[in-house]
Nanobody, 125 residues
Framework: VQLQASGGGLVQAGGSLRLSCAAS????????IAWFRQAPGKEREFVAG????????YYGDSVKGRFTISRDNTQNTVYLQMNSLKPEDTAVYYC???????????????????WGQGTQVTVSS
């Protein structure tokens, strides 16, 4: 399985970006697909996740109400729409896939089997 993340960039505070994660190589009857982020000197943090096939979505507390995760099944792509960006959102963003899809592990980076290469998001104040 290959995950290709894209869409990062430099944006001013209050602005928006949309990240994309394109998956290829296999299809899954169930999975978790999530975005994590990691800022310099900090641990990798859960941002948002979507369960497949239910499409239930979950968000980290720091992004609730500002970020939206969605999936385009026809293109096998997961998106992260990020609005009202803040300087503290600055990080490298990674998409990841967990083929075991146990709900209690959705937030745990160590449970994910496949990772994209990361895309830098920088929010200036």
């Amino acid at each position: 399985v290959q995950l290709q993340a894209s869409g990062g960039g430099l944006v001013q505070a209050g602005g928006s970006l949309r990240l994309s994660c394109a998956a290829s190589g296999r299809t899954f009857s169930r999975a978790h697909i999530a975005w994590f982020r990691q800022a310099p000197g900090k641990e990798r943090e859960f941002v948002a996740g979507i369960r497949w096939p239910s499409r239930h979505t979950y968000y980290g507390d720091s992004v609730k109400g500002r970020f939206t995760i969605s999936r385009d099944n026809t293109q096998n792509t997961v998106y992260l729409q990020m609005n009202s960006l803040k300087p503290e959102d600055t990080a490298v963003y990674y998409c990841a896939l967990d083929e075991n899809a146990i709900l209690s592990s959705l937030w745990q980076a160590g449970q994910y089997d496949y990772w994209g290469q990361g895309t830098q998001v920088t929010v200036s104040s």
